[in-house]
């Protein structure tokens, strides 16, 4: 079952094309690596995804909503985790939950009980009153994660989830994006680590606004016959960066 469809889905600034003319799909419970250098087009193309911004052409849904006229209704069946900002740092992991569970409409009874379960998953009961600062990066981060899926959307948008943690967490961290993809949800993820590409069942490579390569990784390192993903970015990037 197809979660996102886009076809040649398109986002000009006055003459500038940000994102030209793109089209792929998404299955749910997969897990897609959206991928490209800075100016490349990505955020421009994840806000058209998540109706934070209308395209200029083109068509697409989300979640079976289209982008046009359901915007509204498409983020309300999304989760969403930037690197930048996802917590409020002057509130506790307890005031956290409450308002975003508010946030995403749930009653008080669902916010209790989908905190309680999500403390005692992440073993936090200790910190539940503890403010969001002065947590350690990567259990923020953590938090962040399984505070986007508490509202149970069908696809979850992560923005660079693991920038600035050590490698353990990471390990953690797509552990729990497994875990995710594996009970249906659907996951779109960006990120500057070419090895955590790998993880991912495909991934998209964006050029200019344009997406040059998109695949399992092993099936597109063997068609640009490349070793590794890294060394696959850097040649279709190039042009970017010259």
Known sequence: MKIIE???LTRKFGDFVAVDAISFNVEAGEILGFLGANGAGKT??????????????GDAT???????????????????????FSLYEDLT???????YGGIYGLSARQIST?????????????????RIRSLPLGWRQKLAFSVALLHEPRIVFLDEPTGGVDPITRRQFWDMI????????????????????????????MVDGRIEAIGQPADLKKSFDVASVDELFVRLARPVQA
């Not at 421009?44 to 052409?57: D, F, N, Q, R, V």
């Not at 992991?93 to 308002?99: D, K, P, T």
């Not at 875990?179 to 490579?205: K, L, N, P, W």
């Open 6 to 8: 886009a076809q040649r």
């Open 44 to 57: 421009t193309a994840i806000k058209m995804l998540t109706g934070l911004l209308s395209p200029t052409s």
């Open 62 to 84: 989300v979640a079976g909503f289209d982008v046009y006229s359901q915007p509204e209704k498409i983020k309300k069946s999304i989760g969403y985790m930037s690197q930048r």
């Open 93 to 99: 992991v307890a005031e956290n939950i409450r308002f």
């Open 114 to 130: 989908r905190r309680d379960d999500l403390l005692e998953r992440l073993d936090l009961g200790h910190a539940r009153d503890d």
């Open 178 to 205: 497994y875990e995710t993809a594996a009970r249906g949800i659907t996951v779109f993820v960006t990120t500057h680590y070419m090895d955590e590409a790998e993880y991912c069942d495909r991934i998209s490579i």
